[in-house]
């Protein structure tokens, strides 16, 4: 968190004249990735189903087809990197 921290400010003075630079945001957003990497490396597919579900996606609408296809090609990938760690 402190390196984050740095960062941030590094990122604040080096924007001082230009666009203004909100550190806040930032940090929302990397909270709200590490929460969706969480989502995606601990929940199973029915897990994530029953999710889509209970935010009123049907099973067979676009809406839920597209994210069980996302879901599953993330899966797909975390595996293959996983896998070429361990090969390492």
Same mark, same amino acid.
């Given at each position: 968190?402190?390196?984050?921290?740095? !960062?941030?400010?590094?990122?604040?003075?080096? $924007?001082?004249?230009?666009?203004?630079?909100?550190?806040?945001?930032?940090?929302? &957003? !990397?909270?709200? +990735?590490?929460?969706?990497?969480?989502?995606?490396?601990?929940?199973?597919?029915? %897990?994530? /189903?029953?999710?889509? &579900?209970? !935010?009123? +996606?049907?099973?067979? $609408?676009?809406?839920?087809?597209? =994210?069980? =296809? =996302?879901?599953?090609?993330? %899966?797909?990938? +975390?595996?293959?990197? /996983? $896998?070429?760690?361990?090969? !390492?």
């Amino acid at each position: 968190m402190e390196n984050d921290d740095v !960062r941030d400010l590094i990122a604040e003075e080096k $924007s001082r004249g230009r666009r203004k630079f909100d550190s806040e945001e930032r940090r929302e &957003r !990397r909270e709200l +990735l590490k929460a969706y990497r969480k989502l995606l490396e601990e929940t199973t597919e029915v %897990q994530f /189903k029953e999710m889509l &579900r209970q !935010r009123g +996606l049907r099973d067979d $609408s676009p809406a839920f087809q597209d =994210a069980l =296809a =996302a879901w599953r090609e993330t %899966q797909n990938e +975390l595996k293959s990197l /996983k $896998s070429s760690k361990q090969r !390492r």
